[in-house]
T-cell receptor, first 113, second 113 residues
Framework: DSGVTQTPKHLITATGQRVTLRCSPR?????VYWYQQSLDQGLQFLIQ???????AKGNILERFSAQQFPDLHSELNLSSLELGDSALYFC????????????FGSGTQLSVL | AQSVTQLDSQVPVFEEAPVELRCNYS??????LFWYVQYPNQGLQLLLK??????LVKGINGFEAEFNKSQTSFHLRKPSVHISDTAEYFC???????????FGKGTRLHILP
């Protein structure tokens, strides 16, 4: 068990809808990272938060947004969903700003029908 | 910009045989390199990392990797694999300890009985 909790484990929704994925980092970790894993693109970095502030941005679509709350949990919001957004979304956490060792959650499997 | 190429998408190998999973990176600056493993239905976990020092890095579960700067490679090896090593293995790179990690597309290791 990595100590990173992601909910829900599975999410099935329709095109055009909006969903929220939740992540609780390991106790004491200040950074949260979001990754999208799909068969064709592999593991794509979306965004990183450190202690409530956005720190780095990757290939995140404008339809997607994230935030990190004062209790350090994070939410990834996906809106106007398309079939191509179906993927496994991972959250990871680390102690500081660096990525020397990431602890990954088990992921949220999103299916857009 | 950094990138990682994992040369094999799948590697079949007999149980108790040696295995090498190949990884090449491109970067114009010094790099930090990682191998992560993803067991079925789980998140990723760190196998080993190269930050500096000895080019031969030992990790968990009997794996090791060698950093070769002239060939820009960081291949992962294990002298004798077990059925429990069945997983997907990801090579990753970051230009410094405070930056995001870029993952390769992964290599699926199939252990044959």
């Amino acid at each position: 068990d990595s100590g990173v909790t992601q909910t829900p484990k599975h999410l099935i929704t329709a095109t055009g809808q909006r969903v929220t994925l939740r992540c609780s980092p390991r106790s004491g970790d200040l950074s949260v990272y979001w990754y999208q894993q799909s068969l064709d693109q592999g593991l794509q970095f979306l965004i990183q938060y450190y202690n409530g502030e956005e720190r780095a941005k990757g290939n995140i679509l404008e339809r997607f947004s994230a935030q990190q709350f004062p209790d350090l949990h994070s939410e990834l919001n996906l809106s106007s969903l398309e079939l191509g957004d179906s993927a496994l979304y991972f959250c990871a956490s680390s102690l500081g700003t660096g990525a020397e060792k990431l602890f990954f959650g088990s992921g949220t499997q999103l299916s857009v029908l | 910009a950094q990138s990682v190429t994992q040369l094999d998408s799948q590697v079949p190998v007999f149980e108790e045989a040696p295995v090498e999973l190949r990884c090449n990176y491109s970067s114009s600056v010094s790099v930090y390199l990682f191998w992560y493993v993803q067991y079925p239905n789980q998140g990723l976990q760190l196998l080993l990392k190269y930050l500096s020092g000895s080019t031969l890095v030992k990790g968990i579960n009997g794996f090791e990797a060698e950093f070769n700067k002239s060939q820009t490679s960081f291949h992962l090896r294990k002298p004798s694999v077990h059925i429990s090593d069945t997983a997907e293995y990801f090579c990753a790179v970051t230009p410094n300890r405070d930056d995001k990690i870029i993952f390769g597309k992964g290599t699926r290791l199939h252990i044959l009985p």
